[in-house]
């Protein structure tokens, strides 16, 4: 593999290590006597810590048995964090007392950053709301050698798509739309803080091997349609559960009329089908994207490796579990929401159905850009739209908010006068952060504590009740930025911008055309404030202090869980939590996302979204006397009396991102397990690394026998410890209700053998330091 083109100095941290990958991959391929691997097969098993051990070990033949059965030990190359969960897992990292991390690492100050007025006012009073934290963050990356994103510079997937993703890498992110680097070819995982710490710490890093959903488009994107279109409408098809355990790999024709940033809003929304990941085949679009953001070297080095060495690519013949297509040309408009990503209406059909539905008529606000839509193609077509409707005399009826991904958009877009183009036609344009998308939204017109419902048009990727501006009655509907910028010209839910007209000043009836716009710049990239910019690949500094004040209530030193003490687990139900319960209800974000760094602040938030099923409360626990309590207030009772809690819930709990803290706090407060009917993937792996026991209905009727106050005791925990690994196995759980009768039902887990290991250490940190101390 010598032939694979080296690149200069300041692009070696990024260039994926083909040579590396290349030969794990040649012995993938002896062992398994030359089977057809799709392309994510590819990219996972050239990354296995040991292909032999690994595959040599399971005897696989043909090699798809692995799929959702075995666990695949990998060594990612990359891993970034944004600043909300860069704290709790710089604070675990800080733990095991490693001089720096072992793979190259970036930290992104985005989540925490307001959006209300522009860049000039929300960042300067972001930075001092946060100065604790981003000092904190800072000094970590100084000390442990980490390029550090300061606020302002961009958003974390729009930040890795310019400068980090490559065709063949293996990322792993600390947010659950890191797979928006998939569609630069890379495979890109979302992941809790703890599961970050393995990578940086060169632990072998735990995924069962997914199963692979072939995704096939065909035809060509034309007119209004746009690649958000396409996984919106793929989120009608699967559901927000349909893409668990799987990777979307996309493939066929249709790919080649897509540009590289259309390719990552796809693959970035992978995430609300609860895909592991998504990712595209290289080709000229990745080859466009990487020399125009100053990598062409890298695309060099990827030609080599896919045209010598068929890397970067599926084989022929390589199978997927299931495929499934899509006809680019017969694509339209989709409108996807209120509440739930799946929930997908076309653009044609949405006035009648928001009639029928009772959606507001009246549409509050629009808002475009984040690291789902703002690449200049996104923009440059977006306004088109803006322009058409200004020659035609018209206004906004409503507030427009624009958020660019990065500095180097911005810059750009503002060098090629399109940033003009929307200030003066009355748009705000925030800061380079999340903003608004994450609910930093200081929004003025609609009070939080409405019970009125509101509809808002947004070119983001997820719309969870309260989302976006903290208020649970806001209708966020998901759809492309080119109709979100349509609709502000009306407001009305009954506009079909493809096809009616509007008013003009003068009297004329105006219809838009479909926009245009381009790939990339034609004049390059800006590269934008100096500011903002990081230095590249940083030096690590054991002189450096970590700078965390004891009195902080934002940032607080980890004190580490206690070990299992061999006994089984007994535990009072605190809860049974009716319906979906996303990561979002489990450790509400929004304003607590001020103490993510602070355990014991944060955990006051603890599944105060969720539904109690038995009185249809939210937030709203009973203790064994009947008096109630706010969730985590019972919690933190009975950690106090020192009673020990389970909570039931129904299907694909812990569902939305991964946000560690949602299986941190309930372990804080003294939970043990967690009985579900099914589970989120990234929650389950998180609840796991926190030492908790995630556990799933074997019958999921048992639900139904079980109430709040019981107790549920493991009967044979010991035995599972000793005996089960690597594919999970089966529990006993003894019930004894309130008036004394007792049953048994079977329970279900998934963990490794490594995993056990987390669980009897008290945590995967304590296990890491363990085994680092022997
Ligand atoms: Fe930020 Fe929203 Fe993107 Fe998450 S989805 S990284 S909150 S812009």
């Not at 509440?339 to 029928?356: G, H, M, V």
């Not at 008036?739 to 008290?762: L, P, R, V, W, Y």
Request: charged share 25%; with cysteine.
């Amino acid at each position: 593999f010598s032939k694979i083109p080296s690149v200069s100095k300041d692009l070696q941290s990024r260039v994926p290590p083909y040579a590396k990958l290349l030969t794990n991959l040649e012995k993938v391929h002896k062992i398994t006597n030359n089977t057809p691997l799709t392309l994510a097969e590819k990219i996972l098993y050239s990354h296995l810590t040991n292909p032999e051990e690994s595959l040599g070990g399971w005897g696989v033949s043909p090699i798809r048995d692995i799929r959702g059965q075995e666990y695949l030990k990998l060594s990612p190359d990359r891993v970034a964090m944004q600043d909300a969960s860069a704290q709790m897992a710089m604070l675990q990292f800080m733990t095991t007392g490693l001089p720096d991390t072992s793979v190259p690492t970036s930290i992104h100050c985005d989540h925490l950053v307001v959006g209300k007025n522009g860049e000039e006012y929300d960042l300067p009073k972001s930075k001092e709301t946060n100065k604790e934290v981003f000092d904190f963050l800072e000094s970590c990356a100084k000390r442990y050698g980490i390029t550090f994103w300061g606020p302002g510079s961009g958003i974390i997937h729009q930040i890795v798509l310019e400068n980090y993703s490559a065709p063949g890498l293996m990322m792993l992110g600390t947010d659950s739309h890191t797979p928006n680097a998939g569609g630069l070819g890379a495979i890109a995982i979302g992941v809790g803080g703890a599961d970050a710490v393995d990578a940086m710490t060169a632990t072998p890093w735990e995924l069962k091997a997914p199963k692979i959903v072939g995704v096939k488009l065909t035809g060509k994107l034309s007119g209004w349609s746009a690649p958000k279109d396409i996984i919106t409408t793929i989120a009608g098809k699967l559901t927000v559960r349909g893409g668990t355990g799987y990777i979307l790999e996309y493939f066929g024709e249709g790919v080649d009329s897509l540009s590289c940033t259309g390719m990552a809003t796809i693959c970035n929304m992978g995430a609300e089908v609860g895909a592991t990941t998504s990712l595209f085949p290289y080709n000229d679009a990745h080859r466009r994207y990487l020399a125009a953001t100053g990598r062409k070297e890298i695309a060099n080095a990827a030609d080599v490796a896919l045209n010598q060495f068929n890397f970067l690519k599926s084989d022929e013949y390589a199978q997927y579990d299931d495929v499934l297509e899509i006809n680019l040309s017969d694509l339209e408009p989709t409108v996807n929401g209120p509440f739930t990503p799946d929930l997908s209406t076309k653009i044609s059909d949405y006035a009648q159905t928001s009639l029928e539905e009772n959606w507001p008529q009246d549409i509050s606000v629009g808002l475009i850009g984040s690291c789902t839509n703002s690449s200049y193609q996104d923009m440059s077509r977006v306004v088109d739209l803006v322009k058409q409707a200004a020659d035609a005399g018209l206004k906004p009826k409503i507030p427009f908010f624009v958020t660019p991904g990065s500095e180097q958009i911005r810059a750009t877009l503002e060098r090629d006068g399109i940033m003009k183009t929307f200030t003066d036609n009355g748009a705000i344009v925030l800061g380079n952060a999340c903003g608004p998308c994450i609910g930093q939204w200081d929004r003025g017109d609609v009070p939080k504590d409405t019970k009125q419902t509101n509809s808002i048009f947004t070119s983001f990727n997820r719309n969870f009740r309260a989302r976006n501006d903290g208020n649970r009655n806001t209708m966020n509907f998901l759809t492309s930025p080119e109709i979100v910028t349509a609709m502000i010209y009306t407001g009305d839910a009954q506009f079909n911008p493809l096809k009616d007209s509007i008013t003009t000043p003068d009297g004329k009836q105006f219809t838009f055309t479909a926009p245009k716009g381009e790939e990339l710049p034609q004049r390059g990239f800006e590269h934008g404030r100096d500011v903002f910019y990081p230095e590249n690949d940083p030096k690590p500094n054991a002189e450096i202090p970590v700078k965390v004040s004891p009195d902080s209530d934002r940032l607080q030193l980890l004190e580490p869980f206690k070990p299992w003490d061999g006994k089984e687990l007994k535990t009072h139900v605190l809860l049974k939590v009716k319906g979906k319960c996303t990561t979002d209800h489990i450790s509400a974000a929004g304003v607590w996302l001020k103490y993510k760094g602070h355990l014991e602040n944060i955990s006051y938030n603890t599944l105060i979204g969720a539904q109690n099923y038995e009185t249809d409360e939210v937030n709203k626990a009973y203790d064994l006397d009947g008096k109630g309590y706010d969730i985590p207030g019972l919690m933190m009772k009975w950690k106090d009396e020192h009673r020990p809690w389970v909570v039931l819930a129904e299907h694909n709990y812990g569902e939305g991102s991964a946000r560690e803290h949602a299986a941190l706090s309930p372990r804080y407060l003294g939970g043990q397990i967690i009985l579900v009917k099914s589970f989120a993937r990234i929650h389950e792996t998180n609840l796991k690394k926190q030492g908790m026991l995630p556990l799933t209905f074997a019958n999921e009727a048992d639900f139904d026998r079980i109430s709040s106050g019981d107790v549920i005791e493991t009967v044979n925990l010991a035995d599972m410890v000793a005996k089960d690994g690597d594919n999970g196995g089966e529990i006993d759980v003894k019930v004894t209700k309130r008036n004394g009768e007792t049953f048994t039902i079977k329970a279900k887990h998934t963990m490794s053998k490594d995993q056990i290991n987390f669980f009897k250490a008290g945590s995967a940190i304590n296990y890491i330091g363990q085994q680092r101390r022997k």
